[in-house]
T-cell receptor, first 114, second 114 residues
Framework: AQSVAQPEDQVNVAEGNPLTVKCTYSVSGNPYLFWYVQYPNRGLQFLLKYITGDNLVKGSYGFEAEFNKSQTSFHLKKPSALVSDSALYFCAVRPHTGGFKTIFGAGTRLFVKA | DADVTQTPRNRITKTGKRIMLECSQTKGHDRMYWYRQDPGLGLRLIYYSFDVKDINKGEISDGYSVSRQAQAKFSLSLESAIPNQTALYFC?????????????FGPGTRLTVL
């Protein structure tokens, strides 16, 4: 079965430190990969996506994500965390074939402490 | 995303009541989706529609129905609400021309069934 795993329910970092939010997937072929962010009382917002090419994808608000095909991972990173980055982050996968459906991970809550 | 609106934002209802959640979008997108979000489960797809004449069940459609009244409007109904339908509901849209299916979400409706 196709799936997306976010192994950490919560990630805590200090402001100014680098952050990583992990995502691995089990999908056949070469899927499109996404990160979305959800701030309190808001809907999900698109952050970045991997289509093809360069394994490092840059997105909004200084975030970037690294695609690793051999490890089927797509980890979200930021060199220097801000308190305002505190939110719920969702990894998502859109297979190229086998039906039309984007699969979302369970979400990882990021807390950035001042 | 202000281009995708949902009404109501909050609703408390009783078991057995019929309830409708509404979604409108000004993005001009053909694809529309309804998801529910539960803690620890991420987003699960209820129904989706590619145009006014196209309605498809998602992974958890039992107990729900939808209506695509126009390209811009997609409503979700709970025919007879039950407590385990208490959740956060999101509407989303995407552009038919976007093969990656990047999705744009409304602010959500928090539904409580007593």
């Amino acid at each position: 079965a196709q799936s997306v795993a976010q192994p950490e329910d919560q990630v805590n970092v200090a402001e100014g430190n680098p952050l990583t939010v992990k995502c691995t997937y089990s999908v056949s072929g070469n899927p499109y990969l996404f990160w979305y962010v959800q701030y309190p009382n808001r809907g999900l917002q698109f952050l970045l996506k991997y289509i093809t090419g360069d394994n490092l994808v840059k997105g909004s608000y200084g975030f970037e994500a690294e695609f690793n095909k051999s490890q089927t991972s797509f980890h979200l990173k930021k060199p220097s965390a801000l308190v305002s980055d505190s939110a719920l982050y969702f990894c998502a996968v859109r297979p190229h074939t086998g039906g039309f459906k984007t699969i979302f991970g369970a979400g990882t809550r990021l807390f950035v402490k001042a | 995303d202000a281009d995708v609106t949902q009404t109501p934002r909050n609703r408390i209802t009783k078991t057995g009541k019929r309830i409708m959640l509404e979604c409108s979008q000004t993005k001009g997108h053909d694809r529309m989706y309804w998801y529910r979000q539960d803690p620890g489960l991420g987003l699960r797809l209820i129904y989706y529609s590619f145009d006014v004449k196209d309605i498809n069940k998602g992974e958890i459609s039992d107990g729900y129905s939808v209506s695509r009244q126009a390209q811009a409007k997609f409503s979700l109904s709970l025919e007879s609400a039950i407590p385990n339908q208490t959740a956060l509901y999101f509407c989303a849209t995407s552009d038919l021309r976007d093969s990656t299916d990047t999705q744009y979400f409304g602010p959500g409706t928090r539904l409580t069934v007593l």
